[in-house]
């Protein structure tokens, strides 16, 4: 990571449906370190009409639907939150500038569905992945959320960007829930001197003590990580998710959530 992403701090969290705001809400927190500034919940609003109809300071807009049910979540969680709302025809490019503005070091958004597809994965969520690539943004995506507590989490773990931001994101999201975490590495995908990594894999285990247990994932498909990963909440990396599969239409399990992350590339 560069000089100028170590100075970031905290997340930016672009929600547009009120019906999925809890979950969003409840994994910034989580994901927060106690030193980092609040979330920014940033609403997005589509203008309707002519641009020159818009009234107010350019890029300004009223509270959306999903910014006030955000509000309303924080304040009956008594927990802190910024928020923010824009008008906005390029959500994707907004969310960027947004979270480039406020130097947040990440940006965790809610998944998107077609009406007539399945990919999880694509619309504005794919936009933001592209978008970020050459910037010092990490990028999560958080599927098919709950709010409720995690009382056990699993990592998948490599050598990657993705793998690395994935582990730490895991880390500060059990950490915040005194939950057990089970970080599982990724077989054939970490060389045995790639010291940074079992440095950090040495760091979340002396950070979290006896909740905190190592696997290896021995082969490298999605069916093996299910079953490996028994619990509410799997941490993995995109590039890694890509390769097996995941997410599909629907996570399997009913109940499980996922939170696909994109770490920050070299440069």
């Known amino acids: 990571m560069t000089t100028a992403s170590e100075e970031r701090r905290g997340l930016l969290v672009a929600v547009a449906n009120p019906e999925a705001v809890a979950p969003l809400v409840a994994i910034a927190i989580s994901a927060s370190d106690a030193d980092d500034p609040p979330p920014i919940v940033l609403g997005l609003t589509r203008p309707e009409g002519k641009e020159s109809a818009v009234t107010g300071s350019p890029g300004e807009a009223p509270p959306s639907a999903a910014l006030i049910a955000a509000s309303d979540y924080a304040s009956k969680n008594k927990v802190a939150i910024q928020t923010r709302s824009i008008w906005s025809r390029d959500p994707a490019g907004d969310i960027i500038a947004a979270a480039q503005t406020s130097r947040v ?72 829930n005194k939950a057990k975490l089970r970080a599982l590495v ?77 770490g920050v590339q070299p440069v």
């Open 105 to 176: 070091s990440g940006i965790l958004v809610g998944y998107h569905r077609t009406a007539l597809g399945s990919d999880t994965m694509g619309g504005v969520v794919r936009e933001v992945f592209t978008r970020a690539t050459s910037l010092p943004l990490s990028v999560s995506v958080f599927i098919q959320g709950t709010d409720r507590p995690f009382e056990r989490i699993y990592v998948a773990v490599d050598g990657s960007p993705d793998g690395r931001a994935a582990l730490g994101l895991a880390v500060r999201v059990a950490r915040r």
């Open 186 to 262: 990724v077989s054939n995908s970490v060389p045995h001197d790639d010291t940074d990594l079992m440095d950090m894999v040495h760091e979340a285990q002396m950070g979290i003590g006896r909740l905190f247990h190592t696997d290896v994932l021995t082969e490298r498909s999605l069916n093996r990580l299910l079953k490996q990963t028994p619990g509410r909440l799997l941490v993995v990396g995109r590039k890694f998710a890509s390769e097996v599969g995941m997410p599909l239409d629907e996570v399997p399990g009913g109940d499980r959530c996922v939170l696909v992350v994109q």
